[in-house]
């Protein structure tokens, strides 16, 4: 049996973490591509812990369990836990942040009624003719896309359900006030 850690075998869930420490080193520009792709079939090809230690020796913020003065921390309560995300889950629309219903909701509006004249034009001369409302759907829907993309991941998903728990401790102390005061 094993006695040392760099020599305990390692597993694929393993394997996968140091892939993914991997692809953030990859991502900060830490590593070029050409590296990055040969580091990873080492890890795949990584048969103990020792191994996978060696792939990222190198790299900062790395360091092995055994020399670890890493002290868990409390949890971080400003992102919804998976309940409150599951509770959350039922009501899509009315959770939706409402820049994004906004927004959405125009193109949709919009395209829409370029389609139904499309459609009525065409039925009314007895052929189809260009679809014309695909220059209105495609390059604002791409724009939209951007946006929605690029609000994501600003965060504002997180941003938004902060301000939800925000409105809703302040009407509970509203409340609790108002009793307090009859």
């Known amino acids: 049996m094993a006695e040392r850690r760099e020599d305990l075998r390692a597993a694929d869930v393993d394997r996968q973490f140091v892939a993914e420490r991997l692809k953030g080193a990859l991502d900060e520009g830490r590593l070029d591509l050409h590296e990055y792709d040969e580091r990873l079939q080492d890890v795949y090809a ?67 009624v370029n389609v139904v004249i499309w459609l009525l034009v065409s039925l009314s001369s007895g052929e189809f003719v260009y679809f014309w409302p695909m220059w209105v759907a495609g390059p604002w829907g791409a724009l939209l896309l951007a946006t929605t993309l690029t609000g994501i991941m600003s965060g504002d998903p997180e941003k938004h359900f902060e301000r939800r728990a925000e409105e809703r401790a302040r009407r509970q102390e509203d409340r609790r006030r108002r009793r307090e005061e009859r």
């Open 46 to 112: 990584a048969k103990t812990y020792g191994d996978l230690d060696k792939v990222l020796a190198d790299l900062p913020g790395f360091t092995p369990v055994g020399h670890s003065q890493v002290v868990p921390t409390a949890a971080d309560n400003r992102y919804p836990t998976a309940v409150a995300r599951e509770e959350l889950a039922g009501k899509p629309l009315r959770n939706m942040p409402k820049w994004l219903i906004g927004i959405w909701s125009a193109w949709l509006v919009a395209v829409s």
